[in-house]
């Protein structure tokens, strides 16, 4: 019963190069969220998924790329990381909804661009 | 546009004391819902409460109880007895359905710190 997983739960990488922080579950839920989590920010959505191959942009997209192709999986990526998305990151899922339904959250990723 | 407020950026207190947690919303929306959620030291944020915009009943579970107030768009917080165990920081956050879009915004949290 491994619910939400998040891999790698911690990167190190530079400038410049392409990353993917993926996001994975078993509860066969329809929507999937990407946040990012910074001091003075909160929580801010990046990218949501109602249903596989169906994505939309949150408040804060640019500079991310989601694909959804099958249920469980619904990676982020980085396409050239810049310092100022360090940050620690959080896939969520949402039984039906994610309007009227609580989300469930993975344990984040940390991730670092020097 | 959607906006959450927890004007508190962080409270102590002493075990068993206790404490509110503040969270003011705007929306022009009439249907909404309102969430609170827990992130504990370990860092995975943990769903605590739903209330709908048409459902002002507050709610007590255990310690926690929530006070929905339409008329001062607020959504406060209680824990009474507070516990160590409580200690995190704690997300308020509203969700709306703009067109076909979704929108879900968070306050900054709380951090609540309870001491032995």
């Known amino acids: 019963d491994a619910g939400i997983t998040q891999s790698p739960r911690y990167k190190i990488t530079e400038t410049g190069r392409q990353v993917t922080l993926m996001c994975h579950q078993t509860?066969?839920?329809?929507?999937m969220f990407w946040y990012r989590q910074d001091l003075g920010h909160g929580l801010r959505l990046i990218y949501y998924s109602a249903a596989a191959d169906i994505t939309d942009k949150g408040e804060v997209p640019d500079g991310y790329v989601v694909s959804r192709s099958k249920t469980e999986n619904f990676p982020l990526t980085l396409e050239s990381a810049t310092r100022s998305q360090t940050s620690v990151y959080f896939c969520?899922?949402?039984?039906?909804?994610?309007?009227?339904?609580?989300?469930?959250f993975g344990p984040g990723t940390r991730l670092t661009v020097t | 546009a959607q906006k959450v407020t927890q004007a508190q950026t962080e409270i102590s207190v002493v075990e068993k004391e206790d404490v509110t947690l503040d969270c003011v919303y705007e929306t022009r929306d009439t249907t909404y819902y309102l969430f609170w959620y827990k992130q504990p030291p370990s860092g995975e944020l943990v769903f605590l409460i739903r209330?709908?915009?048409?459902?002002?009943q507050n709610e007590i579970s255990g310690r926690y109880s929530w006070n929905f107030q339409k008329s001062t768009s607020s959504f406060n917080f209680t824990i009474t007895a507070s516990q160590v165990v409580d200690s995190a920081v704690y997300f308020c956050a509203l969700s709306v359905r703009g067109g076909s879009n979704y929108k879900l915004t968070f306050g900054k949290g709380t951090l609540l710190t309870v001491n032995p």
């Open positions: 969520a899922s949402s039984l039906t909804s994610g309007f009227s339904y609580e989300q469930y």
């Open positions: 509860w066969s839920h329809s929507y």
């Open positions: 209330r709908n915009s048409f459902d002002e």
